[in-house]
């Protein structure tokens, strides 16, 4: 009987291994292993270069590293600049790291980018008013205009070859079309359509200008309340991969809505793409802040458990998880934690689910995630 119940678990394992293995996404797939929790990293550091320690710290904690904007914006004048340096400082201290540069679609950060500073046609922005960002006036890009579109790709592209990165990170896609319905109110059926439509173009031209090589991954794979009615899934098949940006956190708290993102997580890995899940702390410093304290790092290190296990309980290959309270290099990202560290092993199968109750095993370690409680046990082994 125990020689059964052994060669069932092994028999599991190896399927579940096998079905990762075969669905993999295009282009520089990311490292993975389940010696460890499968982590990435996303921030930026305005002042200046990231340290040699800090180079050190993300080259070998992380399997992937996405430069945000500004990057060394203060020292080196704007972002390709400040990420061409830290892309080149991360390779030298891991070829085999994984790292993309940012690239938004929709606002124009032009005080940022070189190639944002020019005075672009003023029929690419979208004629409903300007935005906010940071404090600082922004305008928002028009994708239903074709010819910014082919800049647009044509821009991002000569990003990712200009810094060396692996890949690009697109943002906004939420943004520009998570709300159908208010796009519509806004700007027309018909207009609102097509900016929908063209985010996807962009998505896709994008890919296909970088080709195989390169990765493409969107942030908006989200369950929003009165969003899209597929929560970004349709928008999987124009790139590599998705971040879910606020898991846990802000207007996704509820039971139910981290339930539906747990089975947004399990359909884009069943698509075979990358999935970077972005998980919080409850207390963070104000919007826009980026305050580093003792009490936000303790904060931290008693809210993980939670985020944690709801990861690793829809975990496939190809997925990583992210915590920090925010996306500067002062947020968080040069944490440590023990449970990062421990050994994890392959699942041994998938969840089992009882209502909001998501258990599962893995080699060293058993999980337990109560979503109505906000509870977690992770028991390693």
């Known amino acids: 009987m125990q020689k059964r119940v052994v060669f069932a678990r092994w028999l599991a394992a190896a399927l579940a291994l096998g079905f990762a293995l075969a ?56 972002t390709e600049a400040g990420a061409a340096a830290a892309v080149a400082a991360l390779k030298r201290a891991n070829p085999h790291l994984t790292v993309l540069v940012y690239w938004n679609a929709f606002v124009d950060y032009q005080r940022m980018y070189d190639s944002l500073r020019t005075d672009l046609p003023a029929d690419w922005f979208l004629d409903d008013g300007p935005s906010s960002a940071g404090g600082a006036p922004v305008q928002r890009f028009d994708s239903s205009n074709a010819a910014f579109r082919r800049w647009w790709i044509d821009t991002g592209a000569k990003l990712v070859s200009a810094t060396g990165a692996d890949g690009i990170f697109v943002d906004s896609i939420a943004a520009a ?47 929003m309340p009165g969003g ?36 947004l997580i399990r359909a884009a890995e069943a698509r075979g793409k990358i999935v970077l899940v972005k998980a919080w702390p409850t207390v963070n410093p104000p919007t826009g802040s980026s305050e580093s304290s003792p009490a936000l790092a303790a904060g931290a290190h008693r809210d993980l458990d939670f985020p944690l296990a709801c990861f690793l309980v829809v975990a496939e290959r190809g997925a990583y998880f992210g915590y920090a309270w ?41 999980v337990r995630a109560d979503l109505a409680a906000k509870s977690a046990t992770i028991r390693w082994h």
């Open 23 to 78: 669905v993999s996404a295009d282009g520089a797939e990311p490292e993975f292993s389940w010696a460890h929790v499968p982590l990435y990293a996303h921030l930026g550091k305005t002042s200046g270069d990231f340290s040699p320690a800090e180079i050190r710290f993300l080259a070998s904690h992380f399997a992937l590293v996405t430069i945000e904007k500004a990057q060394a914006l203060d020292q080196r004048g704007s």
């Open 177 to 223: 079309a998570g709300h159908p319905a208010q796009l519509a109110v806004r700007l027309g059926p018909a207009r609102a359509a097509a900016i929908v439509s063209g985010a996807k173009a962009m998505l896709s031209g994008l890919r296909q200008r970088l080709g195989n090589g390169k990765l493409v991954i969107f942030n908006g794979l989200r369950a």
């Open 228 to 263: 899209w009615p597929d929560s970004g899934l349709d928008f999987l098949p124009y790139a590599s991969g998705a971040m879910v940006e606020d898991f846990d956190f802000g207007q996704f708290t509820a039971p139910q809505q981290i339930a539906a993102d747990l089975e």
């Open 326 to 366: 925010g996306f500067r290099a002062e947020n968080g990202w040069f944490q440590t934690y023990d449970e990062f560290n421990r050994a994890l092993g392959a699942p041994l199968g998938p969840a089992v689910r009882h209502g909001l109750v998501f258990e599962r095993e893995f080699q060293h370690a058993s």
